[in-house]
């Protein structure tokens, strides 16, 4: 009896280290961010966003530039003219200021909405790659070691070379 005692215990140990082995994670980290920014659609990304931009400077500048000009010509005109025509003059200068001030809101919420459209299979293309790296390399985490992301010490496994390995980056 003793002895079926002593094998049962020493059953439940082994089978106990075992489990306890298999609980212990891998973890590795990445500068996700670093990771984004060293991608060549991020780069491409980043270049068509700058030529929408400069499309929308253009056009503000433009805008602008045909306010100046007719503020100018209004100030210089201004004595001789009419009180009325001053006064509708003034409300035409002020609907132009409205609509340059409108479009200058427009373009930069469609330069976000543009950002994000673009970003977006960047970002899911580095995440996927993480996950399947981590996961040929057997780590069941992976943090972000990006600065300001909350990891303090990042002394584990760092995932970026292997990742741009996948990738194709040098």
Known sequence: M??????LVAVALIFGMSNVAS??????HIA???LVNI???????????????KTYDAEFKTMATELQNKVKLYTQEEKTKTQEENLKRAQEVQGIEKSVAEYRQKAL?????KEVELLKPVIEKARTTVQKVAREKGYNYVL???TGTGVIMADGYDL??????ALGIQ
């Open 144 to 146: 972000d070691s990006t």
């Open 2 to 7: 003793k002895q079926i005692k002593t094998l």
């Open 160 to 165: 970026m070379n292997d990742v741009k390995s």
């Open 23 to 28: 609980a212990q994670s891998k973890v590795a």
């Open 39 to 53: 991608m060549p659609e991020y780069k491409a990304a980043m270049g068509e966003l700058e030529k929408l931009q």
């Open 32 to 34: 996700s961010q670093e």
């Open 109 to 113: 919420k469609d330069l976000q909405t």
